[in-house]
């Protein structure tokens, strides 16, 4: 795990958090991601009145990310609004999959800023890939 990377994207990810429209659930969730080349970028959750269609904040940093023209994740940090770390839900999983190797690390961070850190490939072994349809 690279330390730097741990503090500068939780600073991103709690940044994001603050701008969390959750009117629904009240749970402000931020995440940030950076790749190869130093690049990082955030997301908060973003929710909707018609309850499906809410957006995790992992999702919104992967779209910024994808949007400026990215397309690999080396470390996701997510920033969680309580002591509890906010683990990624399996959706976004297989989303960060989609970008990252089984050993892209991922940091969960506590309101307190206690980290959890593990790596995608623990989070979601197995991953179906963009290989896979090539068989
Ligand atoms: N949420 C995230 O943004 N990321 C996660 O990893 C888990 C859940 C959001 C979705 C919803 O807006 C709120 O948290 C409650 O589920």
Do not use: W
């Not at 190869?36 to 809410?54: H, K, Q, R, W, Y």
């Not at 506590?110 to 963009?130: V, W």
Request: aromatic letters at 6%; charged letters at 15%; proline letters at 5%.
């Amino acid at each position: 795990m690279n330390k730097n990377n741990i503090e500068q994207l939780s600073a991103l990810a709690f940044n994001a958090q603050k701008n969390s429209h959750s009117p629904y659930s009240n749970f402000k969730v931020g995440a940030a991601v950076i790749t190869p080349t130093g690049e990082a970028f955030a997301g908060c959750n973003v929710e909707s009145a018609a309850f499906p269609l809410g957006q995790c904040a992992e999702a919104t940093a992967i779209g910024n990310m994808v949007s400026q023209g990215h397309k690999r994740i080396s470390h996701i940090v997510i920033a969680s609004p309580n002591e509890e770390f906010c683990f990624p839900c399996g959706g976004c999983r297989q989303k960060i999959a989609e970008f990252a190797t089984d050993d892209t690390p991922v940091t969960m961070v506590s309101k307190q800023g206690q980290t959890h850190n593990t790596t995608i490939g623990e989070l979601l072994p197995n991953a179906f890939r963009a290989h896979d349809l090539e068989k």
